[in-house]
């Protein structure tokens, strides 16, 4: 059983950065598609970013391109969301998911099999 577990979250002032990490555990996340969402107090879940399985293709939500970047390292099995430039809009939990067997970035929560608890981001103004 996959497990994931972020970290790096936390109270930073607009135009700060961030980088939250993702370990995962019990299975091999090198070859499968990774992702992060978030969702904000009263709001549904979004699609933040992903990336493929050995890390040359990435996708970004409209509201993130240009100011986040994820990454992995399959050595580590580990995913990252760098953000910069954050905005009090960006305050969300954030959640770190594996793919069920997608090779390529993929913004559908569906195709994610696995979820991290998640990890808090308040960015304030």
């Known amino acids: 059983q996959v497990q994931l577990v972020e970290s790096g979250g936390g109270l930073v002032q607009a135009g700060d950065s961030l980088r939250l990490s993702c370990a995962g555990s019990?299975?091999?996340?090198?070859?499968?598609?990774m992702g992060w969402f978030r969702q904000a107090p009263g709001k549904e879940r979004e699609f933040v970013a992903s990336?493929?399985?050995?890390?040359?293709?990435?996708v970004y939500a409209d509201s993130v391109k240009g100011r986040f970047t994820i990454s992995r390292d399959n050595a580590k099995n580990t995913v990252y969301l760098q953000m910069n430039s954050l905005k009090p809009e960006d305050t969300a939990d954030y959640y770190c998911?594996?793919?069920?067997?997608?090779?390529?970035?993929?913004?559908?929560?569906?195709?994610?099999?696995?979820w991290g608890q998640g990890t808090q981001v308040t960015v304030s103004s």
């Open positions: 998911a594996a793919a069920a067997g997608y090779l390529g970035p993929l913004r559908d929560a569906n195709g994610f099999a696995y």
């Open positions: 019990g299975g091999t996340l090198s070859r499968t598609a």
């Open positions: 990336i493929s399985y050995k890390g040359g293709l990435t």
